[in-house]
């Protein structure tokens, strides 16, 4: 449900549905006031598209490499990014990414193939991007 900046509706039409007992009600809020009040109201999952937009944006201009992040929860999510420069030529068991960092590498892919689950033998080029599981903390000790 997407109204825009009227709360009362989004409020009112949050209730309605929940009333009709509709099994998932996702709604779009512009602040943290609004998201509060609908989760209240019952919405499953409220989104702040403003705020994720910015959040990938600022994710990306921060963490040098990464071109992509889809947040799966407040604290984990999946990175697409380019290797360091240290893991060029070194294959994932010889980084020791889950030990070292708690990540999880689930896919590698350059321009003509994509692995998944990757060979973790395989050695890393600078032309593979890493398709990784992992922390919000896991980044930043990447990016140390």
């Given at each position: 449900m997407a109204v825009g900046s009227d709360l009362a509706a989004s409020a009112l039409i949050t209730m309605n549905l929940k009333t009709l007992n509709v099994p998932f009600i996702m709604c779009k809020?512009?602040?943290?006031?609004?998201?509060?009040?609908?989760?209240?109201?019952?919405?499953?999952?409220?989104?702040l598209?403003?705020?994720?937009?910015?959040d990938k944006l600022a994710l990306g201009l921060t963490h040098a490499g990464v071109m992509e992040y889809i947040e799966l929860s407040e604290e984990f999510g999946i990175v697409e990014m380019e290797p360091i420069d240290e893991w060029i030529g070194k294959s994932i068991k010889d980084l020791e990414l889950r030990t070292r960092y708690g990540a999880n590498v689930i896919a590698l892919r350059d321009k003509?193939?994509?692995?998944?689950p990757p060979d973790i033998t395989t050695p890393i080029t600078a032309d593979h991007i890493m398709v990784m599981l992992g922390s919000y903390e896991m980044l930043e000790k990447l990016k140390k």
């Open positions: 809020a512009h602040d943290d006031t609004y998201r509060e009040i609908l989760e209240r109201l019952g919405a499953d999952r409220v989104v598209p403003e705020r994720e937009v910015a003509d193939d994509i692995q998944i």
